[in-house]
């Protein structure tokens, strides 16, 4: 299975860990695949170099790089989901939109995320808890995960 | 590649026979490399936690940057 994680789900894994964590270990030891999307990268490096002092940010941005250039990682570049933009922009702001537009691509099986603009958006009731899960529900729900 | 003898238990061996066997993998040696390279991409999550710990960072103040991120970068990917 294909899982994107939105920026705040793959946060949330690499500084705590909790369910998010939890997650990610599930996801790695069953064989599944976790997909971002490069808008995640240019966030999770942005975080970085706003809020932590400047001889931890090139760790820390190593570490990001490691992860998105590893073997468990697929990371969507804008022109594999371009096409989807528009369609994506019917249903959430426009600042979502690239997230929800590389989710909607058929070969995303879920997309996880705790952002109330996906999780409690009426416009996308239609996908909630089948492909739009939270951290919890895809843990719950999917057992087999 | 380097050529080492391990010892497992027998427990684990026959996990991993049982994965070669299933087709996952070509060999032991290819299922402990993977097992191996699972692990250290594992370890990349928490050595980003020891960075936030050892600096003692809010992670409810990271988090709320988070939030206000997207809308300042968003608009390249459209």
């Not at chain 1, 490069?38 to 001889?55: A, S, T, Y």
């Not at chain 2, 097992?35 to 103040?61: A, G, V, W």
Request: aromatic share 8%; proline share 1%; glycine share 2%.
């Amino acid at each position: 299975m294909n899982i994107l994680l939105d920026t705040n789900i793959i946060f949330s894994a690499l500084i705590s860990d909790k369910k998010e964590r939890l997650l990610i270990n599930k996801i790695i030891r069953k064989r599944h695949t976790i997909v971002i999307t490069d808008l995640v990268l240019e966030e999770l490096n942005c975080v970085v170099e706003r809020k932590l002092p400047q001889k931890e940010q090139k760790k820390a941005k190593k570490i990001i790089t490691a992860l998105s250039i590893s073997d468990f990682i697929f990371l969507k570049r804008h022109n594999l989901y371009k096409n989807n933009i528009e369609k994506a922009k019917e249903y959430i702001s426009e600042k979502d939109a690239p997230i929800l537009a590389a989710g909607l691509q058929e070969e995303i099986d879920f997309i996880v995320s705790g952002d109330k603009d996906f999780i409690e958006n009426k416009k996308l009731y239609f996908l909630r808890k089948k492909k739009i899960l939270t951290t919890r529900e895809i843990i719950e729900k999917y057992e087999y995960l | 590649m380097q050529t080492i003898q391990i010892r497992l238990p027998k427990e684990q061996l026959e996990k991993i026979d049982k994965e070669v066997k299933s087709g996952l993998y070509k060999s032991r040696s290819e299922a402990v490399r993977d097992y191996l390279k699972r692990m250290e991409f594992l370890e990349m999550f928490d050595n980003f936690q020891q960075i936030i710990d050892k600096e003692s960072i809010d992670r409810e103040n990271l988090t709320d940057t988070l939030s206000s991120i997207r809308k300042k970068v968003y608009k390249k990917y459209l």
